[in-house]
């Protein structure tokens, strides 16, 4: 497993971008699937997006397609959101997560990191 650190959560109006990084420890990080999920208060954690370990293949929740992009670069190690056109209904903790599997379901995720909060004003 590989060890994640999150960063590049805040606070932004809506309508504006942020842009998530995930730092992995390791020298295998480009043998995961990377996640990123996210869990508002009062609701459970969800799948926001994942990418393959080559970066080929990129998968997207309907709630974020067209707003989100997830990519990777595998000699940085490290994940990237990039979140546009944000929504009050986007606020949550944002996290960051790898698997050995190609999926996109939460308990294929093994490794996680504390999370990063986004919070949208409206």
């Known amino acids: 497993q590989v060890q994640l650190v999150e960063s590049g959560g805040g606070l932004v109006q809506a309508g504006g971008s942020l842009r998530l990084s995930c730092a992995a420890s390791?020298?295998?990080?480009?043998?995961?699937?990377m996640g990123w999920f996210r869990q508002a208060p009062g609701k459970e954690r969800e799948f926001v997006a994942a990418?393959?370990?080559?970066?080929?293949?990129?998968y997207y929740a309907d709630s974020v397609k067209g707003r989100f992009t997830i990519s990777r670069d595998n000699a940085k190690n490290t994940v990237y959101l990039q979140m546009n056109s944000l929504k009050p209904e986007d606020t949550a903790v944002y996290y960051c997560?790898?698997?050995?599997?190609?999926?996109?379901?939460?308990?294929?995720?093994?490794?996680w990191g504390q999370g990063t909060q986004v919070t949208v004003s409206s």
């Open positions: 997560a790898s698997s050995v599997h190609l999926s996109t379901r939460l308990t294929d995720f093994g490794s």
């Open positions: 390791g020298r295998t990080f480009s043998s995961f699937t």
């Open positions: 990418i393959s370990r080559s970066g080929g293949s990129t």
